[in-house]
């Protein structure tokens, strides 16, 4: 008979201390002044398209026909390759990387025989 009393007053003491209630009602993280999220790490497959020297970028065709362009910096690893150098047409990498608005930041490179991402 005291069961119910004592629920409700665990749920009400629950909420008054910022239970889970309101922490529902509060944004998971803010939103860049981009308008888009930073994402977490991600990785991919595919093919080297084209390699910009200069600005230190390359394009790689996925596995599944996508094409993407990634930002390669001095924060890269590169596992299994001798540097950006080693990034040329025709060599099929795996890249690890963060996105960051528009920009993929590769954080690393390595080569791959087969690979099942896209």
């Given amino acids: 008979m005291h069961r119910p009393v004592l629920l409700a007053a665990l749920v009400t003491t629950s909420l008054l201390a910022g239970g889970p209630v309101a922490e529902a009602t509060e944004p998971a993280s803010p939103t860049p002044p981009t308008g888009r999220a930073a994402s977490g790490p991600s990785d991919v497959c595919g093919v080297v398209t084209g390699v910009g020297r200069t600005s230190r970028t390359f394009r790689l065709r ?46 690393s490179l390595e080569p791959y025989r087969t690979c099942d991402r896209s």
């Fill in 62 to 107: 996925t596995v599944t026909g996508r094409r993407i362009a990634f930002k390669v910096t001095a924060a890269t690893h590169y596992i299994h390759l001798s540097g950006f150098a080693a990034v040329k047409v025709g060599r099929r990498l795996e890249v690890y990387y963060r996105r960051s608005g528009s920009t993929r930041r590769a954080t």
